[in-house]
T-cell receptor, first 113, second 115 residues
């Protein structure tokens, strides 16, 4: 089944403790992206990647890092999480072949205390 | 960053009614997408539009790509309870970082249907 898989689905952590949210897609998509969703703010793009080793900042990149060492994986790294990074995070992928319609993962709900 | 203005923010409708929502932007987009998000899930693509003036249907859903390339609307006909959810518009442009991968979302329209 074609899908975008995020892990974990839920995470509670403490301020300052480094964490990684993994994202993997099995569709050979070249584009991958991370969004955060907050009430009243919709989906805001954190980082995106056009292909392996090519990443760029979205609208809200502060406090986040990403890497794209393999085409299928696009992890989101929070080096020192803070409470304002409590949010619902979505990973998504797309390709030129499917005309850029993003396929989304099921989300990771992160709480930083 | 670039923004899409989506309206209305929320709406309550009677089952069987038609629904209309729209998105506008100050920038030109060459792709408009409409997504639906159910509670606890990621957004799912409903309709994709790639040409100015294009009108596309998917069952009871119809969406149009505005002639100016700065707006799009989504219509849902004869709404049913399972239409409940949040609908997002999204736009992509070659002018945003030179990549179609940079997809910008509206803030969503929350739809509630009275059975």
């Amino acid at each position: 089944e074609a899908q975008v898989t995020q892990n974990p689905r839920y995470l509670i952590t403490v301020t300052g403790k480094k964490l990684t949210v993994t994202c993997s897609q099995n569709m050979n998509h070249e584009y991958m992206s991370w969004y955060r969703q907050d009430p009243g703010l919709g989906l805001r793009q954190i980082y995106y990647s056009m292909n392996v080793e090519v990443t760029d900042k979205g609208d809200v990149p502060e406090g986040y890092k990403v890497s794209r060492k393999e085409k299928r994986n696009f992890p989101l790294i929070l080096e020192s999480p803070s409470p304002n990074q409590t949010s619902l995070y979505f990973c998504a992928s797309s390709s030129r072949q499917n005309n850029y319609g993003y396929t989304f993962g099921s989300g990771t709900r992160l709480t930083v205390v | 960053g670039q923004q899409l203005n989506q309206s209305p923010q929320s709406m309550f409708i009677q089952e069987g009614e038609d629904v209309s929502m729209n998105c506008t932007s100050s920038s030109i987009f060459n792709t408009w997408l409409w997504y639906k998000q159910d509670p606890g899930e990621g957004p799912v693509l409903l309709i994709a539009l790639y040409k100015a003036g294009e009108l596309t249907s998917n069952g009871r859903l119809t969406a149009q790509f505005g002639i100016t390339r700065k707006d799009s609307f989504l219509n849902i006909s004869a709404s049913i309870p399972s239409d409940v959810g949040i609908y997002f518009c999204a736009g992509a442009s070659d002018y945003l970082g030179g990549s179609q991968g940079n997809l910008i979302f509206g803030k969503g329209t929350k739809l509630s249907v009275k059975p």
